[in-house]
């Protein structure tokens, strides 16, 4: 079976709001705020419109991870909503994502990504940590705590 990637289309929405949602769950990460998720729910506006992308990875044309980034300045992207199906973690395809997000991202004129996720989701800090991203501060946002990570691209 070969990864595949693709840029998102409508007709992934449901696949994508069940990767995201399951991969929320599965690190006790999931905050009782419908607004939080709004960007879920209208991916072209938010990334694909503004200057962002948002990727699916498929194995046997099944939706098994994701990931996104936004404008945030001229010069910064902000990584969003990497997920991978939890029967395909460990295996390869964060890192894969993250480096398929980081191409697109330098290839838009983006020099540096910010990103951040909770102190829960350990296996995200592994990722982003092991790839260059640094950590800059931390903030508690009602129960989490949020490590934010940014990285320069050139």
Do not use: W
Request: with cysteine; net charge neutral; charged share 30%.
């Amino acid at each position: 079976m070969t990864l595949v990637f693709r840029q998102y289309q409508q007709a992934d929405q449901e696949a994508v709001r069940k990767l995201h949602t399951e991969g929320l769950k599965q690190f006790s990460a999931v905050m009782e705020d419908v607004n939080l998720d709004q960007d879920i729910e209208t991916i072209e506006e938010t990334y694909v419109k503004k200057n962002g992308n948002f990727v699916v990875g498929l194995l046997d044309h099944q939706i098994v991870c994701m990931g996104a980034f936004r404008y945030f300045t001229n010069e910064t992207a902000e990584i969003k909503r990497i997920r991978v199906d939890e029967k395909h973690q460990s295996s390869g395809l964060g890192k894969r994502t993250l480096t398929i997000l980081e191409e697109l991202a330098r290839s838009q004129g983006y020099s540096k990504l910010i990103l951040d996720t909770s102190s829960k989701q350990l296996p995200a800090q592994k990722l982003f940590e092991q790839n260059g991203y640094k950590e800059t501060h931390r903030k508690q946002f009602k129960e989490l705590e949020i490590i934010f990570y940014q990285k320069n691209l050139v």
